[in-house]
């Protein structure tokens, strides 16, 4: 029983690493390290949250959610792509634009109301409730591990499916895959570099964004919070790593690092094992995987070869 | 050339637009500002006040160390770990109670300075902000937050005149550098007698921010603990540590955790109602802390547990006024009305009105301490003496056991 109910936690933990994951595999995917996945989490964060507060409606506030990410990310599109900036400090910034603007329409949002709380309508928190599918979820044991979640754990695992048949087994795929390892080349090629990295850039802050609202809305129970993310963006840019760039890994990786993040409250005290030990335990394990990827020097487990780099044309 | 310019003028235009996001609100917001979560506030609560004289300051018996100051003259400086407006647990109420001390006394607005979102792990941050009050003609100094304790101490040598109060520390120089914290176990006793009347299960969660080496969480832990033992003997606490002052998503998934092991109340040691919130989606129940959490969480919340800093800020203020001022420590509890239960709500226990009101008449008028006699702990050890009641010193330094119905898993 226990168990069951330590691999639920871990699946819900891990679902919004999930969101944040696969949309950074996007960026990465195209060669760029985007490091304001947190940034890109916190406007969908509020954006979902606040439009979803005014309209009552629960595909609206998805769709804003999706649309806040997506807006951080032409902005760093723009600066990386367009304007060559860097990819580290644009990040950053990033991230911490993101963070700083989420929190300062939260708290005018919060001086403007009269209880001095924001919580989402009843009619938006039940939709998001875990619910067990009819007939399946009463099949004991496997109806609670597999078909009892809410709708955002299956939405990201059908992301991550579909994201993967997109890069690995269309010619769509391919060439944005090209792009990555050597924009010069794809560019050659005929592949319109700059328009495939503002379209996955767009679509991976996007699915961000959703993660974003997935923190407000399922973890914080639909009440506003400030720093409603918590960090979980960093994980997410560490589980790329961990994941190998591959967004079905991206899946059990997630569901490993939701695992980590859970394990101290269930596992029993009686194991003399420090709490910051825990804390710790998904970065270690990233750090464990860099050194093992690293060894096993496979090509394709690589960071994509461009990654990091903007791609001047004229300096071809 | 060009795009770089436009890129260089983008970047300058998003950290703008990240400064006013930081900088803004200087003013907390006056009416109802959010009550819920709090920022991390590092250290503060690890706090082991009034070792020396904690003495409530209403014992003061009149004769003041410094000159009385008109009411006119005094400006008051306040210094913020994060922003009222924030919906911070800790900070809101802090300046709540700021307010609170306003409106009795009857200062005008200019006559508070606030300085917000002051770092407490950042002594020169904190010098400059109190500098700042200084310079703009405070005479009395708050600091909220446990790690403004050295720059207080340092200051208060520099500047005899001007007055420090330092929250939820331990030092203090007798004259123009005091402590003051609050006994909020007793408000924590008093919700744990809602809890164990509540539960069917006989199993009662609580989130702690800390484990045993704070004694403040483990004190307030072991107080609910044995509220509830009051009434109900047989009923048991779960025990799950977050392990920080301020984690939305740790929070909900400890008190998951506790829910899914079957405890059907949770409470509390830890800033978001995110507990309560697992509380109310799992249909069971809880008890809040900082602010009354049911707002957040209506079909849950049995009562919350609560401050009322302005007790504090007003009679501190007041004795600066009335020349009354004596440098003496403050630790007050339900009898200055510094800790307080909120209303119960209507989903406790029929008897539970009664048997808190019982309880806090005892604890009132003195007869009941919460921590009296010996009492037995969760290892098998004892801890105090027949007859006798923990002091003070040991209360907010020195409890690092959980009481015997304590279960750490």
Known sequence: MNIINFLVAAVLAGTPLLFGTIGEILHERVGHLNLGVEGMMSIGACSGFMVGYMTDNFWIAMLAAFAGGAFGALIYAVLTVTFMANQNVTGLTLTIFGIGLANFIGFYMLGKSETGTLKLPEQITAQMRGAKIPGLGSIPVLGDLLFSYNPFVYLGIILAIILSIYLFRTKTGLNVRSIGENPAAADAAGIKVTKWKYINMIIGGGICGIGGAYTIMITNGGVWITNCVGGLGWIAVALVIFANWKPVYAIYGSFVFGAFRILKYYVPKSFPIPNAFYDMLPFLVTAVVLVVNSIREKKENAQPESCGVNYFREER | ?409
């Open chain 2, 1 to 409: 050339m060009k795009k770089k310019v436009l890129g260089v003028l983008l970047c300058v235009a998003m950290t703008a637009a990240m400064m006013t996001g930081c900088g803004s609100k200087e003013e907390p917001a006056a009416n109802e500002a959010p009550a819920a979560s709090e920022a991390p506030e590092t250290a503060d609560e690890t706090a082991a006040p009034a070792q020396e004289s904690a003495a409530p300051a209403d014992a003061a018996a009149g004769e003041g160390i410094f000159k009385a100051i008109p009411k006119e003259e005094i400006k008051v400086g306040v210094i913020h770990i994060t922003d009222p407006a924030e919906g911070s647990g800790y900070t809101y109420t802090h300046d709540l109670g700021i307010q609170g001390m306003q409106k009795t006394i009857g200062l005008e607005d200019s006559q508070i300075i606030r300085k917000n979102k002051i770092p407490d792990t950042d002594p020169t941050a904190t010098e400059n902000a109190i500098r700042e009050c200084i310079e703009e003609g405070c005479n009395v100094i708050f600091a909220t937050s446990f790690n403004y304790m050295d720059t207080c101490e340092k200051l208060a040598a520099e500047y005899p005149d001007i007055i420090f109060s330092h929250g939820t520390g331990y030092k203090s120089n007798g004259t123009n550098f005091n402590n003051y914290f609050g006994r909020i176990y007793q408000s924590r006793y008093l919700s744990g007698i809602a809890a164990g009347l509540k539960t069917e299960s006989n199993k009662i969660g609580y989130v702690a921010a800390m484990d045993k080496e704070n004694t403040e969480v483990t004190g307030g832990l072991d107080a609910f603990a044995m509220g509830i033992y009051s009434v109900n003997p047989d009923a048991e606490v779960y025990v799950k540590v977050t392990n920080s002052w301020y984690d939305p998503e740790g929070e909900k998934q400890a008190a998951e955790a506790l829910i899914a092991k079957g405890c059907d109340v949770i409470g509390q040691h830890c800033d978001t109602p995110n507990p309560q919130l697992a509380a109310e989606e799992a249909g069971v129940w809880g008890v809040g802390y900082n602010s009354d959490m049911s707002k957040d969480a209506p079909d849950a919340v049995l009562c919350s547990v609560m401050w009322d800093w302005s007790k504090y800020y007003t009679t501190a203020v007041q004795s600066v006024i009335d020349g009354t001022w004596t440098g003496e420590n403050y630790y007050g509890g339900m009898k200055e009305g510094l800790v307080t239960l909120s209303e119960l709500s209507g989903l406790n226990d029929p008897e539970a009105k009664a048997k808190i009101e019982e309880a806090e008449a005892k604890m009132l008028d003195g007869s009941f301490n919460v921590f009296d006699g010996v009492i037995e702990t969760n290892d098998g050890s004892t801890v105090g003496t027949e007859g006798g009641t923990l002091d003070d010193a040991t209360i907010t330094g020195d409890i690092h056991w959980y009481f015997k119905n304590v279960v750490e898993e």
